[in-house]
């Protein structure tokens, strides 16, 4: 059975730092993109950042400079390495993963979600 689950969500003070792990198990074929979304309340799901199996990222333009994405292949783990956090950052961090092809925007499966609020 396919799972995607997350980890190191809380709450923490504007200008402080983050961690979210994001474990994927379950997988017959090789997972060829992993991401995190985020979805604010009154807010549509957004990309946040999306990392290939060769290492190419992709950032939302809020978050360029502060998010860090990367990846394990060999624990088929992607984490998402956040600082100088914002209160607008405050949202449900969702992570997908893609099997079927290499596409910033495209997701076969998602994790349960885990919330990040940043206090100011």
């Known amino acids: 059975q396919v799972q995607l689950v997350e980890s190191g969500g809380g709450l923490v003070q504007a200008g402080g730092s983050l961690r979210l792990s994001c474990a994927a198990s379950?997988?017959?074929?090789?997972?060829?993109?992993m991401g995190w979304y985020r979805q604010a309340p009154g807010k549509q799901r957004e990309l946040v950042a999306g990392?290939?199996?060769?290492?190419?990222?992709n950032y939302e333009d809020s978050v360029k400079g502060r998010f860090t994405i990367s990846r394990d292949n060999a624990k088929n783990t992607v984490y998402l390495q956040m600082n100088s956090l914002k209160p607008e950052d405050t949202a449900v961090y969702y992570c997908a993963a893609g099997i079927s092809v290499e596409d910033f925007a495209r997701y076969d499966y998602w994790g349960q979600g885990t919330q990040v609020t940043v206090s100011s």
């Open positions: 990392i290939t199996r060769g290492g190419k990222t």
């Open positions: 379950g997988f017959r074929f090789s997972i060829k993109i």
